[in-house]
């Protein structure tokens, strides 16, 4: 290709960048009720994707265990197979959690925590009579580290082995987890 037909391509696709952002600027101006946006410093093509998704990193999960017998945690929430030194008798507020690891993405433990009353299951007692969780945010109380390690403890726990159901030292982790 020689020089000159490629310089009549970069013109042309100038040319037709330029018609598209006219068009679009003059749309825009069209809608009163919105009001066109400050497009400055080559942003102009920078939207988020439209496949993007809010994850999380890895933590360390023992921090994270560490952090949920620190904020005793295990005082309304059960984690079938574990003790928690001074827990006593487990947590019945809220969810039994051994069993909720392979269940859900980080991302749903982490809103559940700073976030409670984002999803709360009716019906079960974990909501109070405005319909918001009975569990308190964790917002101001948490790093964002803690947050990440705290979530990668609880993606990681799993229901304890089902011959310890069996001979009667728990009940089944996976009843009424279904819709978690």
């Not at 319909?131 to 947050?147: E, F, H, I, W």
């Amino acid at each position: 290709m020689t020089m000159h037909r490629r310089t009549k391509r970069v013109v042309l696709v100038g040319s037709l960048i330029s018609a598209i952002l006219a068009v679009t600027v003059l749309s825009m101006q069209a809608q009163p009720t919105r009001a066109a946006p400050q497009i400055s410093g080559g942003h102009e093509h920078h939207q988020t994707p439209g496949d993007w998704k809010f994850t999380l990193p890895s933590g360390d999960a023992t921090k994270g265990r560490e952090l949920f017998a620190k904020f005793a945690c295990f005082s309304c929430h059960e984690v079938e197979g574990e003790n928690f030194p001074g827990s006593g008798l487990p947590g019945k507020i809220g969810p039994e959690l051994a069993a909720m690891g392979p269940l859900h993405d980080a991302e749903f433990f982490a809103e559940a925590i700073v976030n409670p009353s984002a999803v709360v299951e009716k019906g079960k007692g974990y909501d109070t009579a405005d319909g918001t969780s009975k569990m308190p945010s964790y917002n101001t109380a948490l790093t964002v580290q803690d947050l990440i390690d705290l979530v990668t403890y609880l993606r990681g726990l799993k229901p304890p082995a089902k011959a310890s159901i069996e001979k009667g030292r728990g009940r089944d982790p996976h009843s009424g987890h279904g819709k978690h």
